[in-house]
């Protein structure tokens, strides 16, 4: 009998696993200061795991593969992460630099792409095995090299992302992962910080930090190069001091219009997506963070930064009015919709809490534990372009 | 050692199941004649599962549950499948009516809505048990019933249908399940016969057979009624006879334009989603079926009906010019993107065979076989509002 242990021993490890899980709705919420990453199911609104040690995940981002079942963590401190959703468990983990900023995933899902300060440039990774692949160096110049920013994925298995000390913004075709192609688009605008791909993957816009207005580059018409747009957007006169700069990848395109946090100002800008001018501003609440559309864009979800950050609006598409203003909690730091719009979540870093709403009626659903959340992430992102 | 043997059967059986499979990547192909499903992947380009004995299939769609688990195949006899694609397995299986057209879930995914000619009306079906949670009867008159179609999910937990005898929509609010608010649009048009949903959710467009033009309703303004629109288009003159009539769903939303089957006539339309007034005209290769734009909505691929059905050709939405003709094989019935664009699967009922291009380079990847296969189904479909 004794030689049936190891054998039973194995029969019970296979039946915790023999219920499947699907990845469809898993989403991923980042625990910034315990460096933790909580599998979430959001069907159920339950925890699934908690896959600790991270690293620095103070400006965590996640993107997922294709099939949803790995979540890629980029952390603050150059850690990149693969979590396997289905065992619970972190699949490989490298430390690619010293200093990054987020990460993207190629069209094909084979490729990661980080942008790093430390040194500057991007690295591009295997999806699989998180081997090197490519690694591009952002020097402009004799002994110059570039902090790099807003780095997201495009149509036609290419990376788009902005030089900060360079001015620049370029453009890397990875249809050949060993020799991708270098497009540069220079003098684009002093010091871009981030940057915004339309949901279509149309359109890269940069923000600038050095001067006022944005850079605009048309994916269907490269040629054109990058153009100046709403050449008064973050202008210095009668502007607040600054409590956060806001996250470009939180603006949304709705309809005819892209909605954008104003920097500094109690306002969301409404620009108009055909002549990139704007159209109308609306007065909020606070200085604007995230300006996210609901999947059915009716709805516009608003947070801001300290001392309004526990609060919430919405704003009415239909006639750029405001429905509603929520109190979720304290330290409104990030916001998620379901892929189909139904419900979000919202992210309580004070409150160390996660909450659910309806977004129909707006009725709180539930409430789930997380200590300081700062980050969620659901893995229908894995479907989507320029992320 | 004997009775090591049922032990070690199930060893056998639950190692089968040990490297667990994801579902962001699945996707369900119809082989219509045998009545069966394949589960397919579209990452390894794979074969995973044959389902058998599905019932008729001769106008077979597929919806899927928001985990992307299950697959709900609407069969033409009235059987509605649930498949669980992490089994390989029928998960359950009802016949609910005589004759049907098609079905959706719930923004929610709880609820599944089947739209029946025999007998007329929708039935909506718990979609964890399949068990009946709501009957609606399409009566427009005394002992008058309606055939059904056009059945899509809208948000706001709410099914819009149309009745093609009575010349009416109606739009259903499950927010409470168990008592369904119905809304009727009467006098909409003659014998609507299909209908499609824009993809966020905010217009529902159905195709009138028995006049011409299209009834238009802005779900964002339903006070307003439904409008009649395109007053052209369908009309008889100078039309060829017709060998198919296009599907609506298969309608692409690009930018600022929705492209369109023109009935009858070997043209896409152009139609101004500002406007909804016809914006331009592209000749084509044939009576267009499905008019679909790929993810990114540069391109918009068409394929038709008999006896161009075997060709393929691709729009380019940048200057509304045909960009490439594809002749992939005999009976291009259907087409599927992946999520975000960078290939397709054509099923070519008429090869026995599916093939997948390259949506970038118009290089064919692979081809696999499928015995004489009508419809293409992908699991990011459970993300999307209005299928």
């Known amino acids: 009998m004794i030689k049936l242990l190891p054998l039973i021993a ?9 219920e499947p899980r699907a990845t469809g709705d898993l989403g991923i919420v980042i625990e910034r200061e315990d460096g933790n990453a909580l599998i979430i199911n959001t069907t159920e609104h339950k925890r699934l795991a908690k896959i600790e040690k991270l690293g620095d995940l103070s400006h965590a981002s996640v993107v997922f593969s294709r099939d949803q079942r790995y979540a890629y963590v980029f952390g603050r401190d150059g850690g990149l992460t693969k979590i396997d959703m289905l065992k619970d468990a972190i699949d490989k983990r ?18 990661i792409a980080v942008s790093n300060y430390t040194p500057g440039g991007v690295k591009v990774f295997s999806a699989e095995t998180l081997e090197l692949v490519a690694d591009i160096p952002s020097d402009y110049g004799e002994g110059l090299r570039s902090k790099v920013v807003g780095l997201v994925d495009a149509p036609g298995q290419r990376f788009v992302f902005s030089l900060f000390d360079a001015g620049e913004i370029w453009m890397a075709d990875f249809k050949n992962p060993k020799a991708p192609v270098i497009k540069k688009f220079p003098n684009i605008g002093k010091q871009p ?13 940069a923000g600038l930090f050095g001067e006022p207005g944005l850079a605009l580059l048309d994916l269907w018409n490269t040629e054109a190069g990058v153009k100046h747009i709403l050449p008064d957007y973050g202008k210095d006169d009668e502007k607040l001091p600054v409590y956060k700069m806001p996250h470009l990848e939180g603006w949304a395109v709705a309809g005819d219009y892209v909605f954008a946090p104003a920097i500094g100002q109690h306002k969301v800008l409404v620009i108009d997506k055909n002549t990139w001018e704007l159209h109308d501003t609306i007065a909020v609440a606070g200085q604007p963070v995230f300006v996210m559309a609901r999947p059915d864009a009716r709805h516009v979800w ?13 704003i009415d598409v239909k006639d750029l009015s405001l429905h509603k203003t929520l109190s979720p ?6 916001m998620e919709f379901t892929p189909r719009g139904e419900q979000v979540w919202v992210a309580l870093r004070d409150d160390n809490q ?19 959340p700062n980050g969620i992430f659901f893995s229908s992102r894995a479907h989507k372009i320029g992320l």
């Open 10 to 18: 194995l029969l019970f490890s296979l039946n915790a696993i023999a």
């Open 94 to 111: 490298i430390i690619q630099a010293g200093n990054s900023i987020g990460g993207a995933i190629s069209q094909d899902g084979k490729l």
């Open 193 to 205: 910080y981030d940057a915004l791909m339309s949901p279509d993957g149309h359109y890269y816009i």
């Open 302 to 314: 608003v947070n801001f930064a300290f001392p309004d950050n526990h609060q919430v609006q919405i």
């Open 329 to 334: 909690g304290k330290g409104v730091l990030h």
């Open 354 to 372: 996660l909450v659910v709403y309806d977004t129909d009626t707006l009725q709180e659903i539930t409430r789930l534990p997380a200590n300081k």
